[in-house]
């Protein structure tokens, strides 16, 4: 609010100082003449005048009791004091807003369009002072045609509807108000916040869709690749190294090949949070591929023991080895498709960028499993594929149970898994999860739908950023 209220303050500040005139000293003077003139007038009556030792008595209680009777009304009736933001939510309430002291609160994030002049904010506040509500933070997005993109952090009472809330920001002079309810996440200032996305950057490739929806809020995020999945150019994967800026759409260059394309129709992206996405890709590009390489030691009931780690493309020739030890029922099980069509899928399914694949090799370093977290859109995919030697140990349910975890961590709402009716194993994984199912068959294809918020809080990773919908795969039929 100082940036924009500054001149007007100073202007105020320049009005109180007023020169002297030489008139206003004459008149001073005359005053002071006449007091000394009515002094000595009374003086003399009082010496030399028949009743002076009465006038002098009655002057003086009528003086006593002057002063009894201003202290008793001083008392009485206390002057208000100035008007302040404390004065401005009493009178909200008053006329219907209450802001009850320790009462039931919300948090809302909101965004407003305000002119950038003297007094806009200031009228702003003022309005939300008036209905009670709280200002927790404020960020300020300054606009290359002129004005502002304010975002609020807001404290309302929850009796306050939004719609009332919205309407008084439109007659505090905000236009093309954006609102949703804020949680306690939200209360992480926007330094701590970039800092958080950079450093999950810094560790994952995979985090940095994810950290791009943390960051610019309700948004559709999809990586083009550089080509398609039979090799021709994709259309649309080409941009600029400075990116581009087009209303409710970015779209910035890929490092690992290809662009991402991000889309907000309900609200244009503003300079600044163009500039911070682009920071974030910039990052990644710097840091190259990487993956956490932490990784579990387990033992299955016969005795054996796997290992369970990330994966990505370096592990591409021994996913391709694996496929060739998988019969063609395993192999369409998975990829619903032509068996010779799937080895073109892993360069796609083992890139970071459109999910995170876990890999269960075995004591001598033979990759065995493959479990895939896709994302892309707004849905998110689970998908399986165990060598046949290895089937009917647990290896499934365990990857399953581990991708869950993942998407839970992500802030997914949901899962889905594309598998066939006949294919009892990864239904029996999917019910093994204890989450609810929703089970939809298309023309022989099962889909089945497991709800994450329902999930066990055990299955949840720690993670420090807010839950969000997450980003994932369109269906295709070799997911």
């Not at 939300?128 to 404290?155: C, K, M, N, S, W």
């Not at 970039?194 to 810094?202: H, I, N, P, V």
């Not at 911070?276 to 993956?291: C, F, I, M, T």
Request: hydrophobic share 40%; aromatic share 4%.
């Amino acid at each position: 609010m100082t940036h924009r209220d500054a001149p007007s303050a100073s202007v105020s500040t320049a009005r109180t100082h007023r020169h002297h005139h030489w008139r206003r000293d004459l008149v001073e003077l005359a005053a002071l003449f006449c007091a000394v003139a009515v002094a000595d007038g009374i003086a003399n009556l009082v010496a030399h005048g028949p009743s002076g030792p009465v006038l002098l008595a009655a002057s003086a209680v009528a003086l006593l009791v002057t002063a009894a009777f201003h202290t008793w009304w001083a008392r009485r009736h206390s002057h208000a004091p100035p008007p302040t933001a404390t004065a401005a939510t009493h009178h909200g309430a008053a006329a219907g807003a209450p802001a009850v002291p320790g009462g039931a609160t919300s948090l809302w994030r909101m965004r407003t369009t305000v002119r950038d002049e003297p007094g806009a904010l200031a009228s702003l506040c003022g309005a939300l002072a008036g209905l009670g509500v709280d200002i927790l933070t404020l960020q300020t997005h300054p606009l290359a045609e002129g004005g502002t993109v304010d975002e609020f952090l807001l404290r309302a009472p929850r009796a306050l509807p939004p719609a009332e809330l919205t309407r008084a920001v439109a007659q505090g002079g905000g236009t093309g108000t954006w609102i949703e309810r804020a949680d306690a996440h939200d209360l992480v200032d926007t330094p701590t916040r970039m800092l958080g996305l950079a450093t999950r950057t810094a560790l994952d490739a995979a985090e940095l869709p994810l950290a791009l929806r943390q960051l610019l809020g309700r948004c559709t995020i999809h990586s083009i690749p550089a080509t398609t999945l039979t090799g021709r150019p994709h259309q649309g994967a080409d941009a600029p190294v400075e990116g581009v800026l087009e209303g409710g759409m970015m779209k910035l260059r890929d490092p690992s090949g290809g662009a991402i394309t991000i889309e907000r129709p309900y609200l244009p992206f503003t300079p600044t949070e163009f500039a911070r996405a682009r920071a974030l890709v910039e990052l990644d590009a710097r840091l190259g591929p990487r993956v956490p390489r932490s990784q579990d030691v387990l033992t299955l009931p016969e005795g054996n023991e796997i290992t369970v780690r990330r994966a990505d493309r370096s592990d591409l020739a021994a996913a391709r080895a694996m496929h060739d030890r998988c019969s063609s029922r395993t192999l369409s099980l998975r990829y619903h498709g032509p068996v010779a069509d799937a080895d073109r899928y892993l360069d796609h399914l083992l890139s970071p960028r459109f999910g995170r694949t876990l890999a269960a090799t075995t004591a001598s370093g033979r990759l065995v499993a493959l479990g895939h977290l896709l994302w892309d859109g707004d849905e998110t995919e689970v998908a399986l594929i165990i060598e046949d030697e290895w089937q009917r140990r647990g290896i499934g349910s365990e990857l399953l149970r581990r991708l869950v975890a993942m998407g839970v961590e992500a802030g997914c709402d949901s899962i889905y898994a594309v598998t066939q009716a006949s294919n009892t194993a990864m239904v029996a994984a999917m019910r093994g999860l204890g989450l609810p199912l929703d089970y939809q068959i298309e023309e022989g294809t099962l889909v089945i739908t497991a709800r994450l918020d329902a999930a066990p809080v055990g299955s949840r990773l720690p993670h420090e950023l807010p839950r969000a919908q997450a980003p994932a795969p369109d269906r295709h039929p070799f997911g």
